[in-house]
């Protein structure tokens, strides 16, 4: 099966007077029709700087300087073709079409997204007039249809209300009407869950997962939260200081954690059969500023396996370590690596 979005070696750096930031160094991924791939990793690991460079709303003085995002694109004519979205200009007609149309982003806080002067159902109305051919009785049919779709009660006095007289369960919903009222084929959901309580927080991620099957549609989900990432994700990338550190199928990363990183990650989230009193663990040190880069592997400073001249020497690969995983660590790597600098 051919990935409907395919990533490779893409690298974003931010050009700042102090120095550069290396927000994403080279990462590499797939994404297959219908799939849910989760993107997880601490806080500051590159995973939002990676959506918004596939999306091209990478802000200056940041810039995509290297890779590819290679994308299963409709033309005007219906005919599908392959089109790198890194080569695109950002604001040019090609990748407007694709934004909000083909391929829909759900931000991180709905309230900050959302207008707060125009109603919930202008702005939904306004994606769906600007990528589809109809008129606004049949926009606003459409917007009261995908309120509806997600749960929204009273869905046509709510497409009247504004952001800031609806709760954040529901602002997150209306959110998620606006990002699917085209027909998306790819959906990015930038940490939906996180300024929400958990019994909402469930209903969102059931709700997001019985829209992905109804609309047969791929869904990036990207988050800091294992327990969310296990709930929804069919395939997982963990990202560490901008780089791919582990790939694989969820139940393989769960169960069969191949990197030092995912290890660590796993041991961290707390257990209802762990010992009554018992600390839980946690990974030492914090992610490096990113001025202040280590050399080699970027985890080494903080992983129990280090081993010195080999870890801090070099970049490790990220390498295929059987049919399932691939895994960036010179654990399983002795083969030259990318050296520092190249």
Not at 103 to 123: C, K, N, R, W, Y
Not at 145 to 154: C, D, I, K, S, T
Not at 286 to 298: D, E, L
Request: net charge negative.
């Amino acid at each position: 099966m051919t990935p409907l979005l395919s990533v490779r070696n893409l690298k974003t750096h931010f050009f700042l007077d102090e120095g550069v930031v290396k927000a994403v160094d080279g990462v590499d991924f797939d994404v297959f029709p219908g799939q849910v791939v989760g993107i997880v990793g601490e806080s500051g690991c590159g995973k939002s700087v990676t959506i918004k460079s596939v999306m091209q709303l990478i802000q200056k003085p940041g810039r995509i300087i290297d890779g590819q995002i290679l994308f299963r694109h409709h033309d005007e004519a219906g005919r599908e073709t392959i089109i790198d979205l890194a080569q695109l200009d950002p604001h040019g007609k090609t990748i407007r079409s694709i934004r909000g149309a083909e391929i829909a982003l759900i931000p991180q806080e709905p309230m900050a997204s959302f207008s707060p002067v125009h109603t919930i159902g202008d702005q939904i109305m306004e994606a769906i007039l600007l990528h589809l051919d109809v008129d606004e009785e049949e926009a606003r049919r459409i917007a009261v249809e995908r309120l509806h779709e997600v749960g929204m009660p009273n869905p046509e006095q709510r497409l009247n209300a504004y952001s800031w007289e609806l709760s954040g369960g529901l602002r997150q919903r209306a959110m998620i009407a606006m990002s699917l009222a085209c027909n998306p084929r790819l959906l990015i959901a930038d940490e939906p869950t996180t300024a929400i309580d958990v019994t909402t927080q469930a209903q969102v991620l059931n709700l997001l997962l019985t829209l992905q099957k109804q609309h047969n549609m791929a869904i990036i989900f990207i988050t800091h939260d294992l327990g969310v990432i296990a709930q929804i994700a069919d395939f997982v990338v963990v990202m560490y200081l901008g780089r791919v550190m582990e790939s694989g199928p969820v139940e393989d990363i769960f169960f069969n954690p191949q990197h030092p990183y995912t290890k660590a990650l796993l041991e961290s989230i707390p257990s209802i059969y762990a010992p009554a009193g018992k600390r839980l663990p946690t990974i030492e040190g914090s992610i490096p500023h990113p001025f202040s880069r280590p050399s080699g592997c970027p985890f080494h400073p903080r992983c129990k396996a280090f081993m010195p001249g080999v870890c801090n020497a070099a970049i490790p690969k990220l390498k295929a370590i059987n049919d399932r995983q691939s895994v960036s660590c010179f654990l399983y790597d002795h083969a030259p690596a990318i050296v520092e600098g190249s």
